[in-house]
Nanobody
Framework: QVFVHESGGGSVQAGDSLILSCETV????????TGWYRQSPGKARDLVAM???????YTANSEKGRFTISQDDTKNRVYLHMNHLIAEDTAQYYC???????????????WGHGTQVTVSS
């Protein structure tokens, strides 16, 4: 099992920066990947950025140049650095941890409860 907890959301002005934090605790093989997703009302939950325990990263094209994902040395915390925020970034942001191979973990993925980011223009 993996515990996933997000923090750092809030209400900001357009142009501001915000850092979201995702803490994961549990079996390392169940959390090889950690990613940030976001969902606005009436829309699908989309991947924003992800990182693996070897340091490989991916950021969605629409967020490249503004958002960066990183992790601490313990690899228990993953951060989403968001710069130049715009109103369209307003959403509930979720953290997900998941396995690399099905043979490494019984459960495919673990989600946090999310943290709200609201950007006022």
């Amino acid at each position: 099992q993996v515990f996933v907890h997000e923090s750092g959301g809030g209400s900001v002005q357009a142009g501001d920066s915000l850092i979201l934090s995702c803490e994961t605790v549990g079996n390392n093989t169940c959390r090889y990947y950690t990613g940030w997703y976001r969902q606005s009302p009436g829309k699908a939950r989309d991947l924003v950025a992800m990182i693996n325990r070897d340091g490989g990263t991916y950021t969605a094209n629409s967020e490249k140049g503004r958002f960066t994902i990183s992790q601490d040395d313990t690899k228990n915390r993953v951060y989403l650095h968001m710069n130049h925020l715009i109103a369209e970034d307003t959403a509930q942001y979720y953290c997900k941890a998941w396995r690399r191979y099905a043979s490494e973990c019984v459960f495919p993925e673990f989600w946090g409860h999310g943290t709200q980011v609201t950007v006022s223009s």
